[in-house]
């Protein structure tokens, strides 16, 4: 396949989401059923592969090495100094799970929020991804305790809401929205469970992709050894939504477009 195109994303926007599964092929081969996606190779290393959504690069697949490492959908924010960022994230009282580190052509770290929602952020040229030009194959949530509250966090992270050019932050009666370039490219919600034993309902940021057939997707999700139900998600998710329990665990959601 031609090489991805590189660009450096915006400042505090996210650029890029990731799995990381425990057996590579077969997560694959899951996607690939579920989600009628192609796979190229990533310039990370074997370990790694570019899922492409009609020749658009739409997420990051990789193959975790540590047995109890639990198999997840991550989300990435741009950033101009990844030693920076891990020390504001460190300074606000989350929590500086990996990195900063060297990482293909760029420096990546990953973290947890104070309520426990894990994201990651990186500092480089990244593929140029579909979201950033308009085309929202993917959606980032957070669900988390107190949406106003993760959102102080997350602007003094990543610099949202500062000129120029960066973020912008608007808030609404229950909700929280992230834009970059007049483009919506993350909610916050509040109404999460952070001790609740149902992972569904603890915070994390949920990784949600369009489909061409939602319902299609979430029965061949099933048929591949994944699991799928209604989504849980707030008030204004569209119908036909499904959240999606991959063979491995990993959680995301997804609709039909």
Do not use: K
Not at 25 to 45: C, E, H, K
């Amino acid at each position: 396949m031609p090489a991805l195109e590189r660009t450096v994303p915006v400042a505090g926007a996210p650029c890029w989401v990731s799995l990381m599964s425990r057996d590579l092929r077969a997560a694959q081969s899951f996607y690939s059923a579920v989600m009628d996606w192609t796979f190229g190779p990533s310039a990370l290393g074997s370990d790694f592969s570019v899922a492409l959504a009609h020749g658009e690069p739409v997420a990051g697949i990789g193959c975790c090495r540590g047995a109890g490492d639990p198999a997840v959908w991550t989300p990435y924010f741009a950033v101009r100094d990844a030693d920076e960022t891990a020390g504001r994230i460190r300074e606000r009282g989350a929590t500086l799970a990996v990195g900063p580190r060297a990482l293909g052509e760029g420096r990546a770290g990953i973290a947890a929020d104070r309520d426990g929602a894990v994201f990651g952020f990186w500092e480089g040229p990244a593929p140029t991804w579909p979201v950033e030009r308009g085309r929202a194959l993917v959606r980032l949530d957070l669900r988390t305790r107190d949406a106003f509250d993760a959102a102080i966090f997350y602007a003094e992270v990543f610099g949202w809401a500062r000129p120029p050019g960066g973020c912008t932050v608007d808030y609404a009666q229950d909700h929280v929205i992230v834009q970059a370039g007049g483009r919506t490219v993350a909610t916050l919600y509040g109404g999460s469970d952070e001790t609740g034993p149902d992972p569904r309902v603890r915070p994390r940021w949920n990784v949600h992709f369009r489909v061409r057939d939602g319902e299609r997707a979430a029965a061949a999700a099933t048929a591949a050894g994944g699991e799928s139900s209604p989504s849980p998600s707030p008030a204004g998710t569209p119908a036909g939504t499904f959240l999606i329990r991959d063979p491995d665990g990993a959680l995301f959601t997804l609709t039909g477009a």
